[in-house]
T-cell receptor, first 117, second 112 residues
């Protein structure tokens, strides 16, 4: 257990419905990342936050995807009007950015597996 | 080899043997690299990292080698155990505010 929690572990939804996933990072970590992973592929970056600021969101797959981290702690990822192609594992990771070393180890949660029927 | 869709490169090794997993990274500007292990139904788990100013780093039973000339990274696992069976990913970062980029994984199967 890395200390990054994701909820729910599994989500089955019908096409067209909205879904929201939650991530609780390691408490002292200032950065939080969302990745998507499809079967047989490596994780694909979506967006990330430093504290409550969303520093990169151009890689979100479409305008149906949005993420928030309102208080700089937990984060939510929402997908509106889900499509079958959204079916994937959504992974959250957190890190403590160390300005001195520049190293940034990401610690991942177990992910939310989304199935869109 | 390259993975296409569901077909990951697979390495099968006998329990107790050493394993070597290879990765060709894409960006010559990358200066930090991480190996992750991912078991079925779980998120990637950090194994070992290396910065570009090093060419070798050792951990417990694992060694990472970096060859910047040919943009190649390898993970060596000594005395491979059944619990090492998983998919292994290399990831690279060019620093600053850029995200960690993952390569295609390799499935390691340990034969007892």
């Amino acid at each position: 257990d890395t200390g990054v929690s994701q909820d729910p572990r599994h989500k089955i939804t019908k096409r067209g419905q909205n879904v929201t996933f939650r991530c609780d990072p390691i408490s002292e970590h200032n950065r939080l990342y969302w990745y998507r992973q499809t079967l047989g592929q490596g994780p694909e970056f979506l967006t990330y936050f430093q504290n409550e600021a969303q520093l990169e969101k151009s890689r979100l797959l479409s305008d149906r995807f949005s993420a928030e981290r309102p208080k700089g702690s937990f984060s939510t990822l929402e997908i509106q009007r889900t499509e079958q192609g959204d079916s994937a594992m959504y992974l959250c990771a957190s890190s403590l950015l160390n300005r001195g070393s520049g190293n940034e180890k990401l610690f991942f949660g177990s992910g939310t597996q989304l199935s869109v029927l | 080899g390259e993975s296409v869709g569901l077909h990951l490169p697979t390495l099968s090794v006998q329990e107790g043997d050493n394993s070597i997993i290879n990765c060709a990274y894409s960006n010559s500007a990358s200066d930090y690299f991480i190996w992750y292990k991912q078991e079925s139904g779980k998120g990637p788990q950090f194994i070992i990292d290396i910065r570009s100013n090093m060419d070798k780093r050792q951990g417990q039973r694992v060694t990472v080698l970096l060859n910047k000339t040919v943009k190649h990274l390898s993970l060596q696992i000594a005395a491979t155990q059944p619990g090492d069976s998983a998919v292994y990913f290399c990831a690279e970062n060019i620093g600053g505010n850029t995200p960690l980029v993952f390569g295609k994984g390799t499935r390691l199967s340990v034969i007892a």
